[in-house]
C-alpha cells in the first residue's frame, strides 16, 4: 500500500485543522497485541473488558495489577514503529494538528509527538482507586498494588470499561473533531465509545475522513476514504507523498 491518492496528498496540503485518531492498531507493529489479538498464556482465560474495569480490580486487584504490570514491561520493552514517527512528522509539518490516542501505552510521545490527548489515559501513571487522586509514575519492582496516603489502593491511571472518560480531555478531543477539516482513523475498531464517534462527529461538521486499517470496521462504510493497509507501511507513504 504505497499509492497515496493525489487528493488526499492535495487535502493534506490544504488543510488548516488535521486530526489523527489512533487506536492499538498503530502499536501492532512495535509487537504490542491489540486489543483484539487473543489473551494469550497467563491472561487467556479473561477477556479484556473483565480485567480492564473497576469490577475485575475489585473482584482480584493482585490479578488486575499483574495484567498492567506484564504490559507495562512490554510496552517498556518495544520501540515505537514507523507508524508512531510518521504521525509525529505529520504533527510537525502540518498547521493545528491533533493527536489523540486510545492507546495507553506513551508510544507515540516516545516516537516524537510534542502532545497527544491520551483518551484512555496512560499506563505508565497511577492514581488512587478510592479517592482518584493522581498520584504520578509507575515505580519499579511493585509487585501488589501501593495503599495511597487515603487508604485506598492505587491503581494504573486508565479509562476501565464502564468509567468516564477524563472530561477535559473529552471536551478537547470533541473539540479538534468538530473543528477539524481532515481526519485520520488509524488502527482502531472503531467499537468503543465515546472514543469512536470522533470520526463521525468530524464527518457531521464537513470533514473529510480517512480510515488506515487493513481490515473493515463500522467506520469503513462511512469513511471518505479507506487506505487498506498497516499502519507503518500507510503513514510513511503518506508523509512521502507529502514531499
Ligand atoms: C463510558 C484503557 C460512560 C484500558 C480502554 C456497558 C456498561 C458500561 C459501559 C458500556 C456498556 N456497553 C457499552 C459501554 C460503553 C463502553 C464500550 O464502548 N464498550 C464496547 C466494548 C461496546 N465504553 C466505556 O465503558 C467507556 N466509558 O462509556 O463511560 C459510562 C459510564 C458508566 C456506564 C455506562 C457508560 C470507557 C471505554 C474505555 C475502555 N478502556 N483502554 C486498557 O488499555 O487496559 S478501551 C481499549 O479498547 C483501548 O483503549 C481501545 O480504545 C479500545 C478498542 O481497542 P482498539 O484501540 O480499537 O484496538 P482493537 O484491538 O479493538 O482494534 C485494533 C484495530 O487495529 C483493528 O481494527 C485491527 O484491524 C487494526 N490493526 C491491526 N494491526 C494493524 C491495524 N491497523 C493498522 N495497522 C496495523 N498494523
Given at each position: 500500500m504505497n499509492d497515496i491518492p493525489g487528493e488526499l496528498v492535495e487535502r493534506l496540503r490544504d488543510c488548516r485543522r488535521l486530526v489523527i485518531f489512533t487506536g492499538a492498531g498503530v502499536s501492532a507493529e512495535s509487537g504490542i497485541p491489540t486489543f483484539r489479538d487473543a489473551q494469550t498464556g497467563l491472561w487467556a482465560k479473561y477477556s479484556p473488558e473483565q480485567l480492564a474495569s473497576p469490577e475485575g480490580f475489585r473482584q482480584e486487584p493482585q490479578t488486575v495489577w499483574d495484567w498492567y504490570a506484564w504490559r507495562r514491561e512490554r510496552c517498556l520493552a518495544v520501540q515505537p514503529n514507523p507508524a508512531h514517527r510518521a504521525i509525529a512528522e505529520l504533527q510537525r509539518r502540518l498547521p493545528h494538528a491533533t493527536l489523540i490516542t486510545q492507546n495507553v501505552d506513551g508510544l507515540h510521545q516516545r516516537a516524537g509527538?510534542?502532545?497527544?490527548?491520551?483518551?484512555?489515559?496512560?499506563?505508565?501513571r497511577l492514581k488512587c482507586f478510592r479517592c482518584g487522586e493522581n498520584s504520578g509514575a509507575w515505580p519499579d519492582d511493585c509487585s501488589a498494588p501501593p495503599l495511597h496516603s487515603c487508604g485506598g489502593l492505587l491503581r494504573p491511571a486508565v479509562v476501565w470499561f464502564g468509567e468516564n472518560l477524563d472530561h477535559e480531555v473529552l471536551e478537547a478531543a470533541w473539540r479538534a473533531a468538530e473543528e477539524a477539516d481532515l481526519f485520520f482513523s488509524i488502527g482502531t475498531s472503531s467499537l468503543v465509545y465515546p472514543a469512536a464517534d470522533l470520526p463521525f462527529l468530524a464527518q457531521r461538521n464537513g470533514c473529510y475522513v480517512v480510515e488506515v486499517n487493513p481490515q473493515p470496521t463500522p467506520l469503513s462504510?462511512?469513511?471518505?476514504?479507506?487506505?487498506?493497509?498497516?499502519?507503518?507501511?500507510?503513514?510513511?507513504?503518506v508523509v512521502a507523498a507529502l514531499g
Amino acid at each position: 500500500m504505497n499509492d497515496i491518492p493525489g487528493e488526499l496528498v492535495e487535502r493534506l496540503r490544504d488543510c488548516r485543522r488535521l486530526v489523527i485518531f489512533t487506536g492499538a492498531g498503530v502499536s501492532a507493529e512495535s509487537g504490542i497485541p491489540t486489543f483484539r489479538d487473543a489473551q494469550t498464556g497467563l491472561w487467556a482465560k479473561y477477556s479484556p473488558e473483565q480485567l480492564a474495569s473497576p469490577e475485575g480490580f475489585r473482584q482480584e486487584p493482585q490479578t488486575v495489577w499483574d495484567w498492567y504490570a506484564w504490559r507495562r514491561e512490554r510496552c517498556l520493552a518495544v520501540q515505537p514503529n514507523p507508524a508512531h514517527r510518521a504521525i509525529a512528522e505529520l504533527q510537525r509539518r502540518l498547521p493545528h494538528a491533533t493527536l489523540i490516542t486510545q492507546n495507553v501505552d506513551g508510544l507515540h510521545q516516545r516516537a516524537g509527538s510534542a502532545s497527544a490527548l491520551e483518551l484512555h489515559g496512560n499506563i505508565h501513571r497511577l492514581k488512587c482507586f478510592r479517592c482518584g487522586e493522581n498520584s504520578g509514575a509507575w515505580p519499579d519492582d511493585c509487585s501488589a498494588p501501593p495503599l495511597h496516603s487515603c487508604g485506598g489502593l492505587l491503581r494504573p491511571a486508565v479509562v476501565w470499561f464502564g468509567e468516564n472518560l477524563d472530561h477535559e480531555v473529552l471536551e478537547a478531543a470533541w473539540r479538534a473533531a468538530e473543528e477539524a477539516d481532515l481526519f485520520f482513523s488509524i488502527g482502531t475498531s472503531s467499537l468503543v465509545y465515546p472514543a469512536a464517534d470522533l470520526p463521525f462527529l468530524a464527518q457531521r461538521n464537513g470533514c473529510y475522513v480517512v480510515e488506515v486499517n487493513p481490515q473493515p470496521t463500522p467506520l469503513s462504510a462511512h469513511a471518505n476514504l479507506c487506505l487498506n493497509g498497516a499502519a507503518g507501511v500507510v503513514m510513511p507513504a503518506v508523509v512521502a507523498a507529502l514531499g
